[in-house]
């Protein structure tokens, strides 16, 4: 596995990255002209990309953070074929080290589909393995999906 951090996507990238959305993502997220891909990474303020490449080179995973309303955020998405090997982690700590605090939507139930039919597992309990906070209380309502705040601090700012 290769990762690769940049701030910057080429077209080849964008469209493996949309592919790779569509895929992993619930099927009510489905982002179908890559103007609206686009579109929805432009929104994002001060955003770095790591990408986790296969020996072939092939697009795998996607961790991205970017700044929202004065807070850090993230999102990561993984290829099904390669979830539970600890590379979520990986990417996860790795942001750990660069960032005092960061903030995700979960999707916190199971009642969501892919698009390919299957059922989209909740990763809630990944985040919770990894520190996470989950901020019941704080909830992202939309008519396509709605998600729970999860958030994660270093200790330091506890101490």
């Known amino acids: 596995m290769e990762f690769v951090e940049t701030k910057i996507l080429s077209a080849k990238q964008l469209e493996e990255l949309k592919l790779l959305w569509n895929n992993e993502y ?28 296969n020996t072939s080179g092939e697009l795998i995973g996607w961790f991205f953070t970017f700044i929202r309303s004065e807070e850090n955020w993230f999102a990561l998405i993984l290829a099904s074929t390669i979830q539970k090997q600890g590379l979520g982690r990986k990417l996860l700590n790795m942001a750990k080290q660069k960032h005092l605090e960061l903030n995700g939507w979960v999707i916190d139930h199971n009642n969501e589909k892919l698009r390919s039919g299957e059922a989209y597992m909740s990763p809630l309990q990944f ?16 008519e396509k999906i709605s998600a729970v705040k999860v958030v994660w601090k270093a200790q330091e700012l506890y101490n």
């Open 127 to 142: 985040y919770k393995n990894n520190d996470f906070e989950v901020f019941n209380y704080c909830r992202l309502g939309l």
């Open 26 to 53: 619930p099927e009510k997220l489905y982002i179908d002209k890559m103007f609206h891909f686009k579109e929805y990474l432009h929104t994002k303020e001060n955003i770095e990309h790591v990408l986790v490449l």
